[in-house]
């Protein structure tokens, strides 16, 4: 190497590395605090909003039945908000984590080697697709093709309650629930995949040489290996579908009663009522539905802190494994 | 080969299963005989020997086990498929969703309880579990192809040069005619300012964690990344508006809603790019920090480039994902039907907001420029997931030798 361009460790030049390490290093530790004293932010301007607006109500926050928040008294609880966010998750998990554990074997496991590849790939492309496009499409499509289907559940099991069916068309917590099923099932399954992928497979291998069919090795080894991994991947499909707001909002048609039925229309969730409350809304009004998205907030921060959690857990047992 | 599985007496079902295959008379090597060929046995036929009776000739010794055959499986299937009929037909039921149900029950069944029958239990269970992953796989493919069917078809129509050449201006609801320019125009503008503001806190985050992160601070930026991931998107949206519009009083526009957006598209910046940092070999800073290289210029001239086509996949990704985000922009950028080219003033639209606005007002006019603006939305945003995936292809980082 030419010597007069050789870079000596010393004089100006080393000034200027120290320099600009320096400057370089405090843009990307500052860069890092801006994102801590954002999320500090967001916190904290929600709570001051949320306390003011509870310091106005008059109702109980946790049990009122009602929605009023302009006029001299408002009144407002978030009890239907947290049933119909909580029944529609639910019945979204119940359907979505099932199937999308099947998916993902079918990709790991069953499925032709020359099909699995593309079709990995489309179920990545479909969790891309914008949820109002679902809304939509829940709205105009799912919603008059499910009534049918209710009838014949209100036949077969609305002696239970649960799944009596009045008629109306089916803007229901049931359908918002299938909807939202049909949301996250492209999420949870590529987790899962991903999860099934690193079964080891000297593990796979020996139950295959003690004779077990392809079913045994899957229930033997890859269904225990990735227990934790389906966990945390419908946790992180959990905290979607709490969040989710615009496929709510178009299928649910609210209001703030609690049915005993799934299948009858009404009830509301906390994205779905901020979104359709908030035109509407005054300085106070908006404040209230604040409060209730600060919930909303927590709830998620729980849901997907549990699932980092058990994703974290499990990298490490992996690694010590592996 | 020759010598015996099992004593005769034995009334296992192992035995029993081996000879329901095998034709007593028959000579040579057993093979897969179709259960119910000519020459093979009924699988109904033999019975578990009592223990008392005249011990049955020795079987003869077999290597394989008794399978289906192949064509058994379609058989059951038409089978299946005659029974749902027929059971839709006599019962008359209406809807052919339950005379397909009736069908895959039967099938399942029937495929269950032969497969039992001949290879025994564990094989059953084996051939079931295969035909329940089938069905999940085609339970999830249903609703998914549904979806994107109905927005082509509905959308297509609808589509034309233009529908995306003019804006909503003076069109009301019932009627037809009306455009996507104006939301087309005002997502672009919201999702570059967004990236904007994001790119670089998101970017330089990432190399701090990855290159300077030590201790506290990186851990506690980790886990703050990860609370950000989870933030719902109305959430983000109900913060920039208390901030933004209810305490600064600035007003409904396009800025405001890039910045819920950039909040949104941040922590899947970070932690992308942070994947992509990480696959750089060590090897190559130890190289270029041995020559006298410092940190900055590795990291810039060295450690960026070898990662950047990664790193671009995973922006592109982000910018799929926000630009199909509703629920912020309907807080703050509040929507609009005229042609507004200036972010920071004023309300702009977007295509997301749009599908809704169109969707709320609940004609058909307004129904077929939903379907339209929707599929204008999905194009965008598989146009910009193919360009990731393509890049990546193309400059990913490849396994090393």
Known sequence: ?322 | MTGRLRPPEDPGGEEERLRAAMPPGEPGPTRDLPAGAPGARPPAAPSPAPPGAAPPPAPRPVLRPPRLPRWSLAALLTGSLAVGTAAGLICRLSSHLQWGLIAAAVFVAATFGLTARVEGRRRAADRLAALLVWACFAVAVLPLAALVGETVARGAPGVDGYFLTHSMNGVLSWQHGGGVYHALLGTLEQVLLASLLALPVGLLTAVYLVEYGRGRLAAVVTFFVDVMAGIPSIVAGLFVLSLWITILDLGYSGLAGSLALALLMTPIVVRSTEEMLRLVPNELREAALALGVPKWRTTLRVVLPTCAGGIATGVMLALARIAGETAPILLLVFGTNMINRDPFHGAQSSLPLYVYEQWSFGTEPAYERAWAAALVLIALVMLLNLLARALARWKGPRPGP
Not at chain 1, 23 to 42: D, E, N, P, Q, R
Not at chain 1, 48 to 72: I, P, Q, S, Y
Request: glycine share 10%.
């Open chain 1, 1 to 322: 190497m030419n010597a007069t361009t050789q870079r000596h460790p010393g004089g100006a030049s080393r000034r200027a590395a120290r320099l600009g390490d320096r400057i370089f290093a405090g843009l990307a530790k500052g860069s890092g605090i801006t994102l801590l004293l954002t999320m500090a932010a967001v916190a904290v301007f929600l709570t001051v909003r949320a306390t003011l607006a509870l310091r106005e109500d008059e109702g109980n926050f946790l049990t009122t039945f009602e929605w009023r928040t302009g006029g001299e008294d408002p009144e407002f609880g978030i009890a239907v908000l947290l049933f119909g966010t909580a029944a529609s998750s639910l019945i979204a998990m119940l359907l979505a984590v099932p199937v999308a554990v099947g998916i993902a074997l079918f990709l790991t496991h069953y499925a032709p080697r020359r099909l699995a590849a593309p079709i990995a790939w489309l179920v990545d492309l479909l969790a891309a697709v914008p949820s109002i496009v679902y809304g939509l499409w829940g709205a105009l499509y799912l919603v008059p093709r499910l009534t049918g289907c209710y009838e014949w559940l209100d036949g077969a099991f609305g002696w239970t309650g649960v799944l009596s069916y009045a008629g109306a068309p089916a803007r229901s917590l049931m359908t918002v629930g299938i909807l939202l099923a049909v949301m996250i099932l492209p999420i949870v399954t590529s987790v899962t995949r991903e999860v099934f992928r690193q079964t080891p497979r000297a593990t796979q291998e020996a139950a295959l040489a003690l004779g077990a069919t392809r079913w045994e090795v899957v229930r033997m080894t890859v269904l225990p290996f990735g227990r934790s991994g389906i966990v945390s991947a419908s946790m992180l499909g959990l905290g979607r579908a709490l969040g989710e707001t615009m496929a709510v909002a178009t299928v649910l048609s609210p209001s703030f009663l609690i049915h005993a039925s799934l299948l009858d229309s009404g009830g509301g969730t906390f994205a779905q009522n901020i979104a359709s409350q908030f035109k509407e809304a005054d300085t106070a009004g908006r404040d209230a539905l604040i409060a209730s998205g600060l919930v909303l907030f927590l709830l998620t921060l729980l849901v997907n802190g549990a699932a980092r959690l058990i994703i974290a857990r499990r990298r490490e047992y992996a690694g010590a494994a592996l």
